[in-house]
């Protein structure tokens, strides 16, 4: 696996509360992305960085704050999390440098449920 | 709008029988279109890119433009097949997903 990992890979908040995710790469891949998964509707893409401070919105970007202060970390922020939020979250970076549609590589997920 | 459409949820066959998992999409230009797969306790990962043309775990894809399709082949399934597959359109920087079709391979 390359070399992504994502905290918490299990979460269980409440309506309301603010949550983060977090996914760190070791690979030094210029991009990084956060999709949701949820039965019916596949991967949708949430946020994306192609740098350091640069990111743009996904399909599915309302609700949903990013950032990305290090080439390594990309943050994902639920400012106030809604029951429509509960869903698999996955991380993918690619490096981006000899074409922006190189091989998407993913983390292994986190499930966050709000009650 | 661009957009990839997988028509089946879910796909069972036979040890040995042919597999085609259907895609088509929508997408105005020169499109790029890959196929991921998700295995059982495995992370989502690349399996083939139309432009690479190549056969990986005797699957093949071939870019119909006429079709807009990308139908992914196999033609004598394997148990260990069995996976969740997804279909991709690149739209700039980035991917469109399709919602899916999961693969089932019974003995």
């Known amino acids: 696996d390359a070399g992504i990992t994502q905290s918490p890979r299990h979460k269980v908040t409440e309506t309301g509360t603010p949550v983060t995710l977090r996914c760190h790469q070791t690979?030094?891949?210029?991009?990084m992305y956060w999709y949701r998964q949820d039965p019916g509707h596949g991967l949708r893409l949430i946020h994306y960085?192609?740098?350091?401070?640069?990111?743009d919105k996904g399909e599915v970007s309302d609700g949903y704050s990013v950032s990305r202060s290090k080439t390594e970390d990309f943050l994902l922020t639920l400012e106030s999390a809604t029951s429509s939020q509960t869903s698999v979250y996955f991380c993918?970076?690619?490096?981006?440098?000899?074409?922006?549609?190189?091989?998407?590589?993913f983390g292994p997920g986190t499930r966050l449920t709000v009650l | 709008a661009q957009r990839v459409t997988q028509p089946e949820k879910l796909l069972s066959v036979f040890k040995g029988a042919p597999v085609e998992l259907k895609c088509n999409y929508s997408?105005?230009?020169?499109?790029?279109l890959f196929w991921y797969v998700q295995y059982s306790r495995q992370r989502l990962q690349l399996l083939l890119r139309?432009?690479s043309r190549e056969s990986i775990k005797g699957f093949t894809a071939d870019l119909n433009k006429g079709e807009t399709s990308f139908h992914l082949k196999k033609p004598f399934a394997q148990e260990e097949d069995s996976a969740m597959y997804y279909c991709?359109?690149?739209?700039?920087?980035?991917?469109?997903f399709g919602t899916g079709t999961r693969l089932q391979v019974f003995p």
């Open positions: 993918a970076i690619s490096e981006g440098r000899t074409s922006k549609l190189d091989e998407q590589f």
């Open positions: 690979e030094n891949h210029r991009y």
């Open positions: 960085s192609y740098g350091v401070k640069d990111t």
């Open positions: 997408y105005s230009g020169s499109p790029e």
């Open positions: 139309h432009i």
């Open positions: 991709a359109l690149g739209n700039t920087d980035k991917l469109i």
